[in-house]
């Protein structure tokens, strides 16, 4: 798994390329969500529109990640494509904890941000 870091707004959108497993690159990104909030950010998306694989590793980082911002009142989106990692993430029921949209673009309109150049 490979991640990015994008400022948008308010947001730290982070894409993630790869596999979301239980693997030590998911623990690093665990980390660093945990960094960005102890320097201050608290409103993050997840854009798994590159995102091949899915298991328990990464669930739990959206878990960790909602229940950490939801103590200072903020907030967690995950954009996810109708594929294979969105249906694993209906199926144990984040949509319903997690706001997900189905593209960065409907997060954008949704959001009222700037469109994507």
Not at 1 to 14: H, Q, R, S
Not at 42 to 65: A, Q
Not at 94 to 100: A, D, H, Q, W
Request: hydrophobic content about 35%; aromatic content about 10%; some cysteine.
């Amino acid at each position: 798994m490979k991640y990015e870091v994008e400022n948008i707004g308010k947001f730290k959108m982070i894409h993630i390329i790869g596999n979301i497993d239980t693997s030590e690159s998911s623990k690093v990104l665990d980390n660093e969500i945990s960094k960005f909030i102890r320097q201050g950010s608290h409103h993050f998306v997840f854009n798994l529109e590159r995102t091949t694989f899915l298991d328990s590793g990464g669930i739990s980082l959206f878990i960790h990640c909602l229940c950490d911002v939801q103590e200072n009142k903020c907030s967690v989106f995950i954009i996810a494509e109708e594929n294979h990692v969105r249906r694993v993430l209906e199926m144990v029921g984040i949509n319903r904890l997690i706001t997900t949209y189905y593209s960065e673009q409907e997060f954008r309109t949704a959001q009222k941000l700037e469109k994507r150049a």
